[in-house]
């Protein structure tokens, strides 16, 4: 498990995130409504990311867990997406869901690690990550939501709340400035968050991105579809 060190750095990444340097990790994800959401979907398509060299995987319940983790062994980063009374957090947000995220077969745990108003700390959840075994992913959206995770404790930090927190920049592109800002820092990251082209994927880990994780644009054929309409449409 990760701890800082002496000097306020996180210490060298555990084995199983060391590993996945420079790595594609798919995200495989439905929203609610969606044609694909169904676990039978889910597992196809992750079969498919694996296929196409997918190194890990990024799943959203502990039903998708348990299924994809039945046909295959690539480490799987877990998470849960459910509202939370008088909290704007939404991901993993409570050490219950964490558990069960664990319990599932993820090997890594993600949850908000943003300074939004929240039912449970980040080290909370950290703490309930690493006693269920697994390692502990802080989603965050700024650098010192960053420094402040890895002194809870993370494991890694990943740029997937950037743009979703008002005071993120709000921007179409990835934040490439936060992701040079970790680098600078010598803070490990997982680049997330519209990284809808190999370009934009690229360009993440030229930036220091340990890894980088892609979604919509490899497993959302409803976002991507979206997308050429819109264009279509014109302005």
């Known amino acids: ?54 190194a890990a995987l990024r799943l959203r319940s502990p039903g998708d867990i348990r299924a ?22 939404y991901i993993t947000a409570t050490p219950a869901e964490v558990t069960a995220v664990a319990q599932a077969g993820a ?16 080290a909370d959840l950290v ?31 990943g740029t997937t709340m950037s743009g979703y927190t008002p005071h993120s920049p709000q921007q179409p592109g990835p934040d490439f400035a936060l992701m040079r800002a970790l680098h600078a820092e010598g803070l490990p990251f997982i680049a997330e968050g519209r990284l ?7 360009q993440a880990l030229a930036t220091g991105a340990h890894a980088v994780v892609v979604g919509s644009a490899i497993t959302r054929p409803d976002h991507v579809t979206r997308w050429f309409a819109d264009a279509l449409r014109g302005p």
């Open 1 to 54: 498990m990760n701890s800082p060190s002496p000097s306020g750095f996180p210490s060298p990444l555990p084995e199983r995130l060391a590993a996945l340097r420079g790595a594609l990790i798919v995200s495989v994800q439905a929203d609610d409504g969606s044609p694909l959401r169904e676990v039978a979907h889910i597992v196809a398509l992750s079969r498919a990311a694996l296929l196409g060299g997918a």
């Open 68 to 89: 994809v983790r039945a046909v295959t062994d690539v480490p799987v980063i877990g998470l849960t997406k459910q509202a939370q009374p008088d909290s704007a957090v």
């Open 107 to 122: 090997d890594v745990v993600a949850f908000d690690g943003t300074d939004l108003p929240r039912p449970h700390t980040v």
């Open 127 to 157: 703490a309930a990550a690493h006693a269920a075994g697994a390692l502990a992913m802080a989603d965050i959206s700024t650098l010192d939501e960053a420094r402040a995770a890895y002194a809870a404790g993370a494991d890694i930090v």
């Open 196 to 202: 809808n082209s190999p370009e934009l994927a690229a």
